[in-house]
């Protein structure tokens, strides 16, 4: 029992390890301020102006209002349920009890699959006056237009704070998005994506250029022509660092080269005459009878003899007696 009991602790430890690991993944990605009712009346024709701009995002109603856009910036499946979203800075008050806490913030419930975000997508929660479901804040969250609002993540127990901006007070129809590099920008009404990633412009000059070249012909031609301008300076540059390296071979190798070259025509020239003067015969060859010619003219064929003979008979040897030829004297029979 006590094994089990330790095996169901160590899991439960686990368990709220890997889930505080996974709320910590969450981050503010961007909000908007819904503001007066001239921005958005609520008649019908106006409603449909409303929904030609993404940051006026109509909740399941069909109504707009203020948004809070969440994302998991890991690249894992987590679980944003029983996190709170609070806008009442009175929660950084650290002698309140998590229960007050509580009160001040907006409980994301339970129950929603949509409240399980996969790897670097986002959920979006409306503000509203009141509670219409689980992508809908209750009371405690408010956001006001035309004013600095304060917006928290906490996890689930009400304690750990796992995000909080600060939204400067926008114009109508803008948002406050947050960057691949964790900076903030202003987006227009046209530039809004909620529930999808922020665009991001850091250069008005590229912005204005993506404007005037919306198809990218211009960038086309820009950019051929700078592919065409770095292969001619190439071919330039190349064409003449051979040109002196040849030179520069040039004047290290003719010492070198020239009595090769001589050998060369010498042997050309030999070939000549082999193939013309000695009428087909090879010229090595003819160069030999000359020299056994001339060899045998200034009397180098032969050595002077005396004409005395030097080889005098030897003294009588057993090794000439013909009897030492046979092992055994032959026996002579006589026919009677």
């Known amino acids: 029992m006590k094994r089990i009991l330790s095996l169901v602790s160590l899991l439960a430890l686990a368990t709220a390890g890997a889930l505080a690991q996974g709320a910590h993944d969450f981050r503010i990605n961007e909000v908007f301020v819904l503001g007066c009712p001239k921005c958005c009346p609520s008649d019908i024709v106006d409603r449909q102006e409303c929904q030609k701009k993404p940051s006026f995002y109509l909740d399941e109603y069909g109504e707009p209002a203020s948004w809070i856009e969440i994302e998991n910036t890991s690249y894992t499946t987590?679980?944003?349920?029983?996190?709170?979203?609070?806008?009442?800075?009175?929660?950084?008050?650290?002698?309140?009890?998590?229960?007050?806490?509580?009160?001040?913030?907006?409980?994301?419930?339970?129950?929603?699959?949509?409240?399980?975000?996969?790897?670097?997508?986002?959920?979006?929660?409306?503000?509203?006056?009141?509670?219409?479901?689980?992508?809908?804040?209750?009371?405690?969250?408010?956001?006001?237009?035309?004013?600095?609002?304060?917006?928290?993540?906490?996890?689930?127990?009400?304690?750990?704070?796992?995000?909080?901006?600060?939204?400067?007070?926008?114009?109508?129809?803008?948002?406050?998005?947050?960057?691949?590099?964790?900076?903030?920008?202003?987006?227009?009404?046209?530039?809004?994506?909620?529930?999808g990633p922020n665009q991001e412009y850091h250069n008005d000059k590229i912005r204005e250029f993506k404007e005037k070249d919306p198809h990218g012909f211009a960038m086309t031609l820009m950019c051929m022509a700078v592919v065409f301008t770095c292969l001619a300076i190439l071919f330039l540059f190349f064409q003449g660092f051979g040109l002196i390296i040849a030179k520069m071979v040039g004047k290290v190798a003719k010492p070198v080269v020239s009595p090769v070259v001589v050998a060369g025509e010498r042997v050309v020239e030999a070939a000549k005459q082999g193939t013309t003067e000695t009428k087909g015969i090879p010229m090595e060859t003819y160069t030999a009878v000359i020299g056994l010619a001339l060899h045998e003219y200034f009397g180098g064929t032969h050595d002077i003899e005396s004409g005395v003979l030097t080889i005098s008979p030897s003294q009588h040897s057993s090794w000439a007696d013909k009897s030492h030829e046979l092992r055994q004297t032959p026996i002579h029979h006589i026919a009677e």
């Open 78 to 195: 987590h679980e944003i349920r029983n996190c709170f979203i609070a806008t009442d800075r009175a929660v950084l008050n650290k002698e309140l009890s998590a229960p007050e806490r509580e009160q001040l913030m907006s409980i994301i419930p339970a129950g929603d699959p949509r409240t399980l975000i996969s790897g670097k997508q986002r959920i979006t929660f409306f503000v509203g006056n009141r509670n219409r479901g689980t992508l809908h804040t209750t009371c405690a969250v408010q956001l006001q237009a035309g004013q600095t609002n304060w917006i928290a993540l906490y996890d689930g127990n009400a304690v750990d704070l796992l995000d909080s901006i600060t939204v400067p007070a926008l114009e109508p129809g803008q948002t406050w998005a947050r960057l691949s590099d964790g900076t903030w920008q202003v987006c227009n009404a046209t530039e809004a994506t909620p529930n």
